[in-house]
């Protein structure tokens, strides 16, 4: 059973500061990994996704990358700004055919202006 | 483009009341439906998901049912809820075509 853990629970940065957040999962026989935003009392909001065969994916100031053989996911965030404040969750989708996704609980960050 | 809706936005429901829940998604066609709940410190569970018409497959036994009457709406019901069924729920899906999902904005039930 495919198991997505994310260290840290929480972090707070100041403004300016770039940052990692960690994601870590089981079964290293995955399809995809999405990464996604939740802001309070809100739905989910995709970031990135990297297909099984990539090595990362970019976006404006987010950067994930993707180890398949070490089960491990990164999320980097290049200067970091108040807005970035949220909950980010990482998601494994562990096949094809497969219909869910496994979440990790997130971790909360703050940054502090 | 793709959109999905989902309501209400926030309900508060007493013990042993019904539920009804909506999601509908627009432009596109066939797509697979999930319903998702998140309780607090303990992430997303799937609950059910649906990839056509009045196909239901339920992934955790429980006191809610979902149900597919078209090929874009998706609900989740209960007949008598319970203080354990208070959450939030995040209805998603994902076309044939596409691969990642996309969420719904959210209800957060409140069982009292």
């Known amino acids: 059973k495919q198991e997505v853990t994310q260290i840290p629970a929480a972090l707070s940065v100041p403004e300016g500061e770039n940052l990692v957040l960690n994601c870590s999962f089981t079964?290293?026989?995955?399809?995809?990994l999405q990464w996604f935003r939740q802001d309070p009392g809100k739905g989910l909001t995709s970031l990135l996704l990297?297909?099984?065969?990539?090595r990362e994916q970019t976006s404006g100031r987010l950067n994930a990358s993707l180890d398949k053989s070490s089960g491990r996911s990164t999320l980097y965030i290049a200067a970091s700004q108040p807005g970035d404040s949220a909950t980010y969750l990482c998601?494994?989708?562990?096949?094809?055919?497969?219909?869910?996704?496994?979440f990790g609980k997130g971790t909360k960050l703050s940054v502090i202006p | 483009s793709q959109t999905i809706h989902q309501w209400p936005a926030t309900l508060v429901q007493p013990v042993g009341s019904p539920l009804s829940l909506e999601c509908t998604v627009e432009?596109?066609?066939?797509?697979?439906l999930y319903w998702y709940r998140q309780a607090a410190g303990r992430g997303l569970q799937l609950l059910f998901y649906?990839?056509?018409?009045?196909?239901i497959s339920s992934e955790v036994p429980q006191n809610l049912s979902a149900s597919r009457p078209q090929d874009r709406q998706f609900i989740l019901s209960s007949k008598k809820l319970l203080l354990s069924d208070s959450g939030f729920y995040l209805c998603?899906?994902?076309?044939?075509?596409?691969?990642?999902?996309?969420f719904g904005s959210g209800t957060r039930l409140t069982v009292v």
């Open positions: 079964d290293s026989a995955i399809y995809n």
């Open positions: 432009g596109t066609s066939n797509p697979n």
């Open positions: 998601a494994v989708r562990s096949g094809a055919g497969s219909y869910q996704l496994t």
């Open positions: 649906s990839v056509g018409i009045g196909q």
């Open positions: 990297i297909q099984s065969s990539q």
């Open positions: 998603a899906w994902i076309s044939r075509s596409l691969i990642g999902y996309t």
